[in-house]
């Protein structure tokens, strides 16, 4: 496929099981305007940080590993506040038959009016809206961190009771003698307990 349009991201990690349904490609989008207090991923709120990639170069990632992955999950940072690009890619995964999670710290609510949103989630399964609200800290949903936070089903592809089949839960793992961790529980103790 060819793709003029450019996305900023962070990271990405090929093939995860902690943040959503199955094994997902995981894309940590650059650029937040959010700034929840809290926020674990304040390195992300920087929109020049990251790195830019081309929509094409993504897909082609994604492609190479459809056969074992279940879906793709765009957290960030705020995917919403590159929602052009998330779209072209939301939309290339679909076609691969694969399933889209979103997070946002957007209301959804909100966002229904938007047409660049309604845009988006055509090609959206399951959207997670909400803030990270400390004071409504949550462990006890699968890959959210506070209770305001919200699941939305939007494709008939999954549905409440998936959300019984998970826990949330860490990946700790070595990059050249550094500790990366994602998912989503108490990293503060998880750091303690690891002495990081
Ligand atoms: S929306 Fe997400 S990345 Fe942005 S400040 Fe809130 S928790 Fe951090």
Partial sequence: MRSNLKIRINSILQKTNVEGPGTR????????????????????????GGKEYSVSEIVGMINC?????????FLGGEPLEQIKPVTEIAKHVQQMGLSVLVFTGYEYNQLKSNSDFCELEKFVDILIDGKYEKDK???????????NQNYYFLSDRYDESILSKYRSKFEIRLNNGEVALNGMGDFEKLKKVLKL
């Fill in 25 to 48: 490609f995981c894309i940590w989008v650059q650029g937040c305007s959010i700034h929840c207090v809290g926020c674990a991923n304040s390195a992300l709120w920087d929109k020049n």
């Fill in 65 to 73: 590993n459809r056969q074992e992955i279940e879906g793709v999950t």
């Fill in 137 to 147: 800290r949550d462990f006890s949903r699968p890959w959210v961190g506070s209770s």
